[in-house]
């Protein structure tokens, strides 16, 4: 079976582009002062000869997606940008035929782990984790989408129904008897909001107050402190990252940051541990010394993210006492739905679903998720330039729990300056929230990249055909 509208990939171009932070972002045992963003533009053909491109971009956070200590940062980063430029190239050769989440689905689940596999034999030291193999392929993932949408003239989220696909979701998601006859808009919010909550990240090494101020914050006009953050964007929910090997430590921060919540107006409270617990007890006793101590900063807490370290198969954890506490939510174990069906199984609460993970599986795992009642958050990768804006609209269309995370506007404002002219609502967060109605309504994800006055670099590799005009510049 097949339809009109279905697509084969004929090309695709690779950008690198390097973004410092202006404050340290600390994953785990890992400290990001840099990060370089894959933007990916690929040429699709539909069945009648048309043709369209897509965009699509994210940041390569090497220590978030390969987080270790015995292969060096620039080992790491080397490898995901190679695998990127393998990944397309083969995504080009692939030659199949279908709507992209059928390819993009296929491709994970067929191709990409003997990919994996043969990279990995050639690689000197440790082989590239799945998580890291799915970040690559992401920007990737999400062109695909975003050209579909721009052949068909609708914006992405519109064409996830059984007018586009050529199969249901039975064919992809099990117990297929659940899923028999039902397609992806089913489980999409009817009516998108067109502004989010937006949670801001207290990083560990983020200055609370002045006693936190070593001399070496930036002068750039930007809040440092959280006060002045909190002031500034009228923020009303805070994600609080904790070490996750030091209880005190973990709650004396979640109280500092608590406090400073009370005091300035702020609803919320999430709290981070870092994939570094391997006891739930751990985690059971910070929230145990909360409730006791500190009740109010306990109602405020909404959920905990993600405690236990990646591999659910390695690290057989029942993590029900944690859920019967707060609700918890699987972020780095959510590979893809599969994952996420281990996740329940051993007592996780919901999902937070990213676009880094690439928007096939992003989307798949959302509608496994509700038709199990698991809640959903989006969270971020601190997505800047044009990242942001597929970040957002999956949050704005999953129907989360309370809004989305927004880093970038913290860590790089200035990384997306040209794109902030076209979205400014994106980009600055006002009254606590993010607004993305500048890409609503439009085709693919809205981007408007015409109107974006950013000059890219030459790309780092390019594969099959491509319009010229997308090689050098989008402006």
């Known amino acids: 079976m097949s339809q009109p509208t279905d697509i084969?990939?004929?090309?695709?171009?690779?950008?690198?582009?390097?973004?410092?932070?202006?404050?340290?972002?600390?994953?785990?045992?890992?400290?990001?002062?840099?990060?370089?963003?894959?933007?990916?533009?690929?040429?699709?053909?539909?069945?009648?000869?048309?043709?369209?491109?897509?965009?699509?971009?994210?940041?390569?956070?090497?220590?978030?997606?390969?987080?270790?200590?015995?292969?060096?940062?620039?080992?790491?980063?080397?490898?995901m940008i190679a695998f990127c430029c393998e990944l397309a190239q083969a995504l080009v050769a692939d030659g199949a035929w279908g709507h992209p989440l059928e390819l993009g689905a296929a491709f994970q689940q067929e191709v990409l782990p003997a990919l994996c596999q043969r990279f990995n034999a050639e690689l000197e030291g440790e082989p590239l984790p799945h998580l890291a193999a799915l970040v690559c392929l992401s920007a990737i993932d999400v062109a695909v989408h975003d050209a579909y949408a721009n052949r068909v003239g609708l914006p992405v989220y519109a064409t996830y129904s059984r007018r586009f696909l050529n199969r249901d979701l039975a064919d992809f998601l099990e117990p297929a008897g659940r899923f028999r006859g039902r397609f992806p808009?089913?489980?999409?919010?009817?009516?998108?909001?067109?502004?989010?909550?937006?949670?801001?990240?207290?990083?560990?090494?983020?200055?609370?107050?002045?006693?936190?101020?070593?001399?070496?914050?930036?002068?750039?006009?930007?809040?440092?402190?959280?006060?002045?953050?909190?002031?500034?964007?009228?923020?009303?929910?805070?994600?609080?990252?904790?070490?996750?090997?030091?209880?005190?430590?973990?709650?004396?921060?979640?109280?500092?940051?608590?406090?400073?919540?009370?005091?300035?107006?702020?609803?919320?409270?999430?709290?981070?541990?870092?994939?570094?617990?391997?006891?739930?007890?751990?985690?059971?006793g910070v929230l145990d010394r909360l409730l006791r101590e500190q009740p109010r900063l306990y109602g405020m807490l909404l959920y905990v993210e993600q405690p236990f370290p990646y591999d659910l198969t390695a690290h057989r954890l029942d993590v029900r006492s944690v859920a019967a506490r707060k609700p918890l939510f699987m972020d780095e174990s959510a590979h893809d739905w599969r994952l996420v069906r281990l996740g329940r199984q051993r007592g996780w609460s919901g999902v937070a679903l990213k676009t880094c993970k690439t928007q096939t599986g992003a989307v798949l795992s959302l509608c496994w998720a509700k038709v199990h009642g698991m809640p959903l958050m989006v969270q971020d990768l601190a997505n800047p330039m044009l990242a942001m804006i597929p970040h957002v609209q999956l949050a704005a269309h999953a129907g989360t729990i309370m809004g989305v995370e927004t880093n970038a506007s913290q860590f790089y404002p200035s990384a997306s300056e040209p794109e902030a002219a076209v979205h400014?609502?994106?980009?600055?967060?006002?009254?606590?929230?993010?607004?993305?109605?500048?890409?609503a309504g439009r085709p693919g994800f809205g981007y408007r990249v015409e109107e974006i006055q950013r000059t890219l670099p030459e790309p780092a590799a390019v594969f099959g055909d491509l319009p010229l005009t997308t090689r050098t510049d989008v402006s």
């Open 8 to 79: 084969t990939i004929t090309g695709a171009a690779i950008h690198l582009l390097p973004v410092q932070t202006r404050m340290p972002i600390k994953f785990g045992a890992e400290v990001v002062t840099q990060v370089t963003c894959a933007r990916v533009c690929v040429a699709v053909r539909d069945r009648q000869g048309g043709r369209a491109v897509g965009w699509g971009e994210t940041p390569l956070s090497v220590q978030w997606a390969w987080p270790s200590t015995a292969t060096s940062y620039e080992q790491r980063h080397e490898a």
């Open 185 to 284: 808009d089913e489980f999409l919010t009817p009516r998108p909001p067109r502004e989010l909550v937006a949670w801001h990240l207290v990083g560990g090494l983020d200055p609370l107050d002045e006693s936190d101020l070593t001399g070496g914050e930036p002068d750039d006009g930007q809040p440092v402190m959280l006060p002045d953050w909190i002031k500034r964007d009228g923020l009303k929910a805070l994600k609080v990252k904790l070490r996750g090997t030091d209880a005190d430590w973990d709650y004396q921060r979640l109280v500092r940051v608590g406090r400073i919540a009370v005091a300035h107006g702020v609803d919320w409270l999430s709290a981070d541990f870092n994939c570094t617990v391997i006891d739930p007890a751990y985690v059971n």
């Open 424 to 439: 400014p609502g994106l980009y600055r967060r006002r009254a606590g929230r993010v607004d993305w109605s500048t890409a």
